[in-house]
């Protein structure tokens, strides 16, 4: 295979769309759920078992910390220096 066409096969590769676009709604869902920390860790049993957990103060930096993963994980997604397993 020449240059060129592997070229093009990187370009056009639908996995690869696919990637940038999982990894930036990853990154996107995360950014919102910044601001509504305090809701998630009130009203959802996932948020009262970390305040339970944690207790009310670390809570919401562990919850922060876990966002704050998403968003990198979701970024490296994205940026294709993650790739899933191809089967």
């Known amino acids: 295979m020449t240059r060129l066409a592997e070229i093009h096969c990187e370009i056009f ?14 990154v996107l ?10 809701w998630l860790l009130e009203k959802t049993a996932k948020g009262q078992r970390l305040i339970h957990w944690f207790g009310p103060g670390s809570a919401v930096w562990v919850l922060r910390g876990l966002i704050a993963a998403g968003m990198i994980f979701g970024g490296l997604l ?6 899933p397993v191809q089967w």
Do not use: F, Q, S
């Open 29 to 38: 869902l995360c950014a919102l759920l910044l601001p509504k920390e305090r």
């Open 13 to 26: 590769d639908p996995m690869l769309r696919h990637n940038v676009l999982v990894g930036g709604t990853i």
């Open 78 to 83: 994205a940026a294709e220096i993650i790739r």
